[in-house]
Structure formats: structure tokens, C-alpha cells
């Protein structure tokens, strides 16, 4: 056995989970699994301070599964999270990780989306639920949902919660959860409430800090200072530079990205803006444009970006470039943004904006990180032609999921039954709930709506939208 299965192997885990982690490509621990899987294989709570992409989904995943036992049929493990995306994806890579035990029944329980289907699901116990707080209170209510016997509750992304206003709920969920329990506390930050959790609910928290999971060598930083009024015409200099194929831009409100939207879109570009205000489908099928590359250019607050997986598609690599057009009030909030980009030994690029109105919250960023911050010319950007604005996909949806049994297969042979769409103008198909989406080829946008809405399924019409 080499050594970095040997890491692994110290846990005391089965022979079923070692050869399954190495067989998905776990072939070393983070530095996050190093410091917290030993404690949370002993059954320790733990507080641990990471950031995004620093491996702590795998982290608990593997503690969870570590203790769950199939053949009892009871809700073992809870995992709060902030949002249904992001509860999504923590699901997904437990169900990843649990295809070695057996049978483990993962279920999500967030908001944004209907309850009957999830009462409906609950009927059938689940040995794990992911969900979000509120959601998860409902059920809890309700009597929908039992965590009586549970012995395992994760906090994923504490203070992201705190922030969307999920404190009270979690206090009431942790209140009505087994006092006899391992308790997991994950936050990129640690506000006095997030604290005040930790030290009313968790026993004797091991505390863990990883200070970073990038390098100077994987992400180039540039900090470029601009003239009051002039950030939109720096934007499309670094823009038209860089040219990227992805690129994450930040604001610090909801106006400034809805305002920043229309002025790219004004510019011709292929632009989207997420924030608090919009409805989940519409989260949904932005994030989807974004990862499949039909809208290359995603706009955020850092509420609404932080959490979310949007690696995969046409982001296999990641994002090519953050750029901070407005400097975070909160310093940290600085190295949550750039580590967007050079994620997993990727390279990546992180350019912000300042003006001298800002010059202040440099100043707190270069304390934060303790390292004086070079300032770039933009002039040295050499003058390039305008960012290439030409998409290779575009995104239909359709009003069919998962819970339609809509199955990729489905949407591949309607697409592909009228012969004029072959296989090569298919790009990535993503199946949600009860929606789906597919990205195609530009130019055969009309014949896909035509012939995805043909597909059959008693009960409801398939309708096909761009």
C-alpha cells in the first residue's frame, strides 16, 4: 500500500471505503482531512475554520458513513447548509462516497422548491438529510421529519448562514437534535454568534484552522487603482487582456450587480447577475448557463457566490478569472473571493478595482494577510480587441427533472430523433428536480426546443424554453 493510501488506512476505515476512496480519485488527504478526520473518526466535535475547495465536504461525508448503519432504518445524520445548491452538492459527494457501503439513502430537504414531493420522499426514512435550516424546521414542525436517534449534526458554512439570517433556526434545530451527539461546525469565519453556537452546543470542540488551500503560484493577483468613474472601462480592459473563458466578477450589493449586469449586457457581452432576490429556479438556470459556458461572464454578491461548486461543464478547469470590480468591506472576505479561481493546482488569475475612496480597504487587506500588496498600471495591459464575445453553447431548459424521471437518455434521443442534431452539438446535460438543462449548439436552438418537446411523460407536457 503507498503512502498516501496509508493516510487513509490510519483512519481505521473498512477495506470496502479505502479501495472506493482511491478508485474516485482520494489519493491524499487535504490538509483539512488530515487535521480533522482522526478526531471525527473518534467521535470528537470539532470547529473548523476552511475555506471553500479545501476538501471539508469529503471531510464529514466520510465521518457520516464512517457510522452510519444500513440496515437501521432512522435518520443518523443531519447536514444544515445555507442553500438548495449548495445542499445539492454536499448530497451528491455523500452519495459518491457511500456507493461502497450499500444502500445509504441520502435525501435533500431545502427551500425554493415544493414540500409534497418531500414529504412524499420522507415516507421512505433517509440514513442521511441535507437541507437547508428553514426548510428543515418545516419538517421538523410538521412531524415530518424525525431527528431523535440522530447521531451526527454538520454545520456546513456557519457563518454564511448567520448572514442570510438563518441563526435562529439553527438554535432550534441544534435545541430539538439528541443532546448525545457528534456536532461538526464548518465557517470560513468566525462572527461572535458563530462562537456563541460553538460553545453552547458542541462538547469539547477540537479546534482546527487551515489558513489556505492556494499558493502565489497558482493564482496571479493584480490590483489596479482607476479614477472615480472609471471601473467600467478598466473591467473591459482586463477583460479584453485576460480574455477568459470564465470569469467571476464581485460587487458588495444587490444593486451594483444588477446595475453592472445591464451595463455588460449594453456592451454585447454574455452576462448574468446573482443575488439574493431571485427565485431558485432562476438561480438554477444561471448557474447551469455559467458552468456550461453559454454565459461566460457571472456577476455576484459574495452571499450569493460563496459555497457553490461551479466546477464542472465547460468549468472543468474552474473560473479563469475573479475579478474584485468593488473591494470587500471585510478583508477576508478578499482571499474567500480569489480562491474562486486557481482551485485544485489550477492556475487562475484575480484582478480588483479600487478607487482612491477605497484605498482604506487595501489597507486592511494587506494587515489582514500581512504582506504589503504591489499596485499595478493598467496601462502595461496591452491594448487587445474587444473580450472575444462569441459563445460555443447556448442553454434550453425544460419543465421535466428527476422527479419526472427524466433520465439523460430521454434528452439525448429527443434531441437527436429528428436527425438534423447529432451528438457533437450536445454539450452538458444537468437534471434538477423538475427542471433540466442542456446545452446545444447556437445555431440549433430552434430544432432542440422543437424536438425536446417531444418527449413523453403521462401526466404533463414537456415545454422547452431558452
Wanted: proline share 3%; net charge positive.
Amino acid at each position: 500500500m503507498d503512502d498516501n493510501k496509508t493516510q487513509f488506512a490510519s483512519l481505521g476505515l473498512n477495506k470496502e471505503m479505502l479501495e472506493h476512496l482511491a478508485s474516485i480519485g482520494y489519493s491524499e488527504m487535504t490538509p483539512i482531512q488530515q487535521e480533522a478526520l482522526p478526531h471525527l473518526i473518534k467521535g470528537k466535535d470539532i470547529v473548523a475554520k476552511a475555506k471553500t475547495g479545501s476538501g471539508k465536504t469529503a471531510t464529514f461525508g466520510i465521518a457520516i458513513l464512517h457510522n452510519i448503519k444500513e440496515n437501521l432504518k432512522t435518520v443518523q445524520s443531519l447536514v444544515i447548509t445555507p442553500t438548495r445548491e449548495l445542499s445539492e452538492q454536499v448530497a451528491n459527494e455523500i452519495r459518491k462516497l457511500a456507493k461502497s457501503i450499500g444502500n445509504i439513502k441520502v435525501l435533500v430537504l431545502s427551500g425554493g422548491v415544493p414540500i409534497r414531493p418531500q414529504l412524499e420522499s420522507l415516507l421512505h426514512t433517509p440514513h442521511i438529510v441535507v437541507g437547508t435550516a428553514g426548510r428543515l424546521l418545516q419538517h421538523i414542525k410538521k412531524g415530518s421529519l424525525d431527528i431523535s436517534k440522530i447521531k451526527s449534526v454538520v454545520l456546513d458554512e456557519g457563518d454564511r448562514m448567520l448572514q442570510m439570517g438563518f441563526f435562529e433556526d439553527m438554535i432550534e434545530i441544534l435545541k430539538d437534535a439528541p443532546k448525545k451527539r457528534q456536532t461538526m461546525l464548518f465557517s470560513a469565519t468566525f462572527p461572535k454568534e458563530i462562537k456563541e453556537i460553538a460553545s453552547q452546543f458542541l462538547k469539547d470542540p477540537i479546534s482546527i484552522t487551515i489558513d489556505t488551500v492556494h499558493t502565489e503560484a497558482t493564482i496571479k493577483t493584480y490590483h489596479f487603482p482607476v479614477g472615480k468613474g472609471g471601473k467600467n472601462g478598466a473591467l473591459l480592459k482586463v477583460l479584453a487582456y485576460f480574455n477568459p473563458n470564465s470569469v467571476l466578477i464581485f460587487c458588495n450589493t444587490k444593486q451594483m450587480v444588477k446595475d453592472l449586469t445591464d451595463i455588460l449586457s449594453d456592451e454585447g457581452l454574455k452576462v448574468q447577475g446573482i443575488h439574493g432576490d431571485l427565485e431558485q429556479q432562476d438561480r438554477a438556470l444561471i448557474f447551469a448557463r455559467f458552468k456550461n459556458g453559454s454565459y461566460p461572464i457571472l456577476i455576484a454578491t459574495d452571499v450569493a457566490a460563496r459555497g457553490l461548486d461551479i466546477r464542472g461543464g465547460e468549468l472543468s478547469d474552474g473560473v479563469d478569472l475573479v475579478v474584485n470590480y468593488e473591494l470587500p468591506m471585510d478583508p477576508e472576505v478578499y482571499t474567500h473571493r480569489n480562491g474562486r479561481t486557481g482551485r485544485a493546482g489550477d492556475s487562475g488569475v484575480a484582478c480588483s478595482l479600487f478607487t482612491q475612496s477605497e484605498k482604506h480597504r487595501l489597507e486592511a487587506i494587506e494587515k489582514f494577510i500581512s504582506k504589503k500588496i504591489e499596485i499595478d498600471d493598467l496601462e502595461t495591459l496591452i491594448d487587445s480587441k474587444s473580450y472575444n464575445k462569441e459563445v460555443k453553447w447556448a442553454t434550453v431548459s425544460i419543465n421535466g427533472g428527476k422527479k419526472q424521471k427524466i433520465r439523460k437518455a430521454d434528452i439525448l434521443g429527443a434531441l437527436t430523433s429528428s436527425g438534423d442534431i447529432s451528438g457533437d452539438d450536445v454539450g452538458v446535460i444537468e437534471i434538477g428536480d423538475f427542471y433540466s438543462y442542456i446545452a446545444v449548439k447556437p445555431k440549433k436552438v430552434s430544432s432542440a426546443k422543437k424536438n425536446l418537446s417531444e418527449i413523453k411523460r403521462k401526466a404533463f407536457k414537456v415545454m422547452a424554453h431558452l
